[in-house]
Structures are given as C-alpha cells and as structure tokens.
C-alpha cells in the first residue's frame, strides 16, 4: 500500500488545528456573549427598580408647572457569613463581573489576607458595584449601581445567638441577604455552621427578606456526589433553592505584589455564577418592593363613607316603588 506523501499529511493537520482553533474561538465568544447577555439583563433590572417616577400632573394647573419626581435607591445585598468564609471576597468578585474589569485583581472590601482573617473590629461597608454596559462603559454612572452590605462576621457557630442575626441583617436596611458558607472549612466548624442555617433563614424571613446562600471555595468538593451531597443538605436547612457553589478572586498565597499586581485571568464560571447571583437578588428586591407598593397603595385608599341618611330622591324612588309594588299584588288582574 503506498503512503500518502508528506505535504498532504501536513495539509490534513493544518486543516484539523485551524478546525479546532476555530471551535476554541466560537466557544469563547459564546461564553463572552452569555456574560455579556446576563451583565446586561442586570443593568436593564436596575435602571427599572430606579426609574424616576412623577404624580402626573406636571405640577396642577397644567401651565407647565414643574414635575415632581421621587427616584427609588439603589438596590442594596447584605453580604454576611462566618469569619474568613469569603464574604469580602465575594464582594470584590461581584464588582469585578459587574463592571466587566479585567486584569489585576481590585479590592473594594476589606479582604482578609490568605489563611483567614484577623480578630480586629470590623465595620460595615457599603460598597458601590458598577454594571457596565454592552461596550464595558458605566463607570461613574450612578443610576446603574448594586449597594453591596460587606457586614461584620458573625460570631462563632457555637456562640451564635438570635440577637446576633438580627443585628447583623437590621444593619444597613438591605433588602436581600446573601449568607456566604465555604466548603473547605474544617469538617467540625462546617456542620456546625449548618446546624444553624434554619435559625438564620427564620430570622431572615421574619424580617420580609429572602435568603441566598453561596458555597465559596467551590475546587475543594473532590466529586460531584459530594458536592451534591452538600447541596441537598443546606437547601433543606436553609429552606431555600437558591443555593450556589462558586470559587472567587483571591490573591494569590505569596500576597499582592506592589510593584508587579498579579493579572488575574477572568474566568467564565466564576463570572456567570456571581451575575446569576446578583440577577437573583434583583429579582426578589423587584418582587418586595411591588409588594411592599401595593400594599401602601391599600392602605393609602380611603373607605368610601357609607351616608347615614339617603338622599331624597332615593326615598322617593323607594316609595314610588312600594307602591307600585302594592298597587300590583292589589290590582284585579292578580
């Protein structure tokens, strides 16, 4: 059999890199449109929740009277959760897909430094996330901003109390909440992390909010069946199926370098679970506040009185009526 000469077989594999290349390239700007999709879909839902809103008159007398309007605020995420979970990191990775950043990793939230956090106070933070447009623009543009809440870390699993949750969701007047657990925490302070998911979800709803809750450090599941495991496990606790497992920005374990910032490479899964996240919180910030509007408009309507005393044309009516009732029961054709 004779072998085929060696031009064709270097054309054949030429053909077969620039064919897999080719797949290589529409898979990225597949994923690239998705992001961009979702980013976008975010942006059109916060430019709704704040969408100035006027009484209608154009200020009474129709002669061209100021309008008043009342803009709604921005929508606000309480990020909280256990000490050295990845709530700040959350936040910075939040920011960082909102606004479509790319490169070196930048910090808007007091991040802890690698191997946990430090026992010093800590405060909340508001931290203004930027949704970029289609064409990576938005910045500084404030009608197309996400309050994120970075709170304090709760206390201990063990040393947890009622009055603890309370304060740490009161703070801030957030109108979501997003609890942050990690999977690779030690396996004794994880469960006991767990253990007590059902009082914060019972104090989150008895406040009117809802409750997502995110697994960080996402690479530490080593199967799938446990990752499920886990899943199945806090969506009965928590009572919510609103539960994601991602892996956030973080430095590196040598530490930020001043002089050389470590370029941090975007990742797809990463991106899109952190805007899914931010595009759930949106949507049941859209659903409270409707709520929250029709019930003000309830109680804004006042009852129609009921008059004591009829008008006389309705007596009139009444009588004119009785009688011709009676004259009908008492006429000789009945």
Known sequence: ?????????LKIAAAAAAGALALI???????????????RE??????????????GDGGGGGGGGAKEVASSPAPSVLITGFRAHGKSSLVNTACRALAAEDGPLLLRAEASPP???TD????????????AGADGDGAGDGDNVVDLLDAPPLPEAARLSRDDIDAAIIGGNPECVVLVLRCDAPAKERNAAIRRLPEISAAVRNKGLNLIVVLTFKKAMRSI????????????????DCVYFIENYTWSNN?????????????????????TIIRQCLEFIKLNRSQSKDKGDKQAKPDEPKPKNPPAEAKQCRKFNDSSVRL???????
């Open 42 to 55: 975010i942006r059109e839902c916060v430019s709704a929740l704040v969408e100035e809103e006027g009484d």
């Open 1 to 9: 059999m004779r072998m085929p000469r060696l031009p064709l077989l």
């Open 115 to 117: 191997g946990g956090g």
């Open 225 to 240: 069946r446990q990752a499920e495991e886990l899943l199945r496990e806090v969506s009965f606790r928590a009572r919510t």
């Open 328 to 334: 009908f029961f008492n006429s000789s054709e009945t």
């Open 120 to 131: 010093g106070p800590r405060r909340r933070r508001r931290v203004k996330a930027v949704v």
């Open 255 to 275: 530490g930020p370098n001043l002089h050389h910032p470590p370029v941090i490479k975007n990742d797809f899964e990463t991106h899109f679970t952190v805007l």
């Open 25 to 39: 390239v529409a898979a990225r700007l597949r994923r690239e449109d998705a992001v961009a999709s979702l980013r």
